[in-house]
Structures are given as structure tokens and as C-alpha cells.
């Protein structure tokens, strides 16, 4: 998560959407940075409006732009399947060494997904039912539009690095699976269906 603090602008870290490389770019110009534990720098739209915009927004007495990214549902868990995919990772359970990524989704979406598969879901981090929401999101497969608006706020020229890049893995899935997943996830598909059509 980055806060600007003359801009007043936040930006969420949605999970597997680019965000370590943005954070990256934008350290030093940042005024807070959370990068540990995973738990604050991925906090949720929810949580930043319930715990950390209050104290942001009365300290400075102005209300804060909130912004983040969305990837692709389907894409987004290829992200995490990949991401899970490496040797070093630390927790085995978490690991999907060995387990298809039909197998991954297909896990992802039983009632209690094992923990290589529980990952959650985007519309839960940006889009809280009957919750305040953000001030603008962005497609993480028009990342242009998110650094183009970054560099306008903050008056400078943004140059993204390769960061935290999953490895490369066989990425197929049985129709009957991705039927299942669109159902399961509609509310995630939906909202990034939404995000395209408003451009």
C-alpha cells in the first residue's frame, strides 16, 4: 500500500496485480509504505475505510482518493497458480507442485479449498457489498492507464521494473471447469466485465 500524503492518495496492493512493481517505482516518493507483513500491505478496501482512512483522513482533514487494480478472474488465478508453483516456496500446503491448474480451480472453487487454492477473490478486496468502495480502478491488463494517471498526480515520469514475475506453467482448463469457475466467481467476473465496459 502507498500513501501520498500532499496528493492525498491512496493506492491498495490488490494481490497479484502488479503492484510490487509500482511500489517499487514509487517508494521514495511515497510517504507511507506498507510492504510487511502481507496482512497490511494487501489490506482490503474494507479494512483501509474501516482502520487506516479515518486516522489518514483526520490527520490531514481531507478525504483521500483510494485507488487499486484488478486482473482478469481467470487470470488473475493463473497468477497465483504460477506464483505457487516455485521451489522456494515456504509453506508446502501452499504449494500446487505437482496439482494441474484444472485441478487448482477446480479445488479453488469446492466450499472449503485446500490452501494451495484459497487465494480469496478480487471482488471481496475492491468491491465490499453495501461497503464505500474505491474512487477509481484500474484494468491490470491496461497497466498504461494506471501509470498515466500516477505520473499526472504526482508530476513525474514512471518507469515499471520486472518484479515478482511467476514462473511458467501448462495453463490449461477443461470446459466443464470453467463453467464452474464463472459461477462461482460471477461476482469477480461481473465486476471486471463492469470495469471493461466503463473503459
Keep these: 500500500m502507498l500513501v501520498f500524503w500532499h496528493q492525498k492518495l491512496t493506492m491498495l496492493a ?47 482533514g ?6 487499486a487494480t484488478m486482473r482478469e478472474p481467470l487470470d488473475w488465478l493463473g497468477s497465483w497458480y504460477r506464483y505457487r508453483q516455485r521451489e522456494d516456496l515456504a509453506n508446502e500446503k501452499k504449494s500446487t507442485a505437482g496439482i494441474s491448474f484444472d485441478a487448482f480451480v477446480r479445488a479453488y472453487c469446492s466450499e472449503s479449498p485446500p490452501d494451495y487454492a484459497a487465494v480469496g477473490a478480487q471482488s471481496q478486496f475492491l468491491a465490499p457489498k453495501n ?24 508530476a513525474c515520469e514512471i518507469i515499471l521494473p520486472r518484479l515478482n514475475v511467476s514462473p511458467i506453467a501448462a495453463m490449461d482448463l477443461e470446459p466443464g471447469t470453467e463453467k464452474l469457475l464463472r459461477k462461482v466467481a460471477a461476482r469477480d467476473f461481473e465486476l471486471y466485465d463492469q470495469l471493461c465496459q466503463a473503459g
Design 62 to 67: 481531507h478525504p483521500f482518493t483510494v485507488i
Design 14 to 60: 490488490t494481490p497479484k496485480t502488479g503492484t510490487t512493481a509500482v511500489e517499487s517505482a514509487l517508494e521514495s516518493l511515497a510517504h507511507v509504505v506498507i510492504q510487511r507483513p502481507p496482512q497490511l500491505k494487501h489490506a482490503s478496501v474494507r479494512k483501509y475505510h474501516r482502520f487506516i482512512g479515518p486516522w489518514l483522513e483526520s490527520a490531514a
Design 131 to 154: 461497503e464505500r468502495g474505491l474512487d477509481r480502478l484500474f484494468r491490470y491488463e491496461k497497466i498504461e492507464d494506471l501509470i498515466e494517471f500516477l505520473e499526472d498526480r504526482l
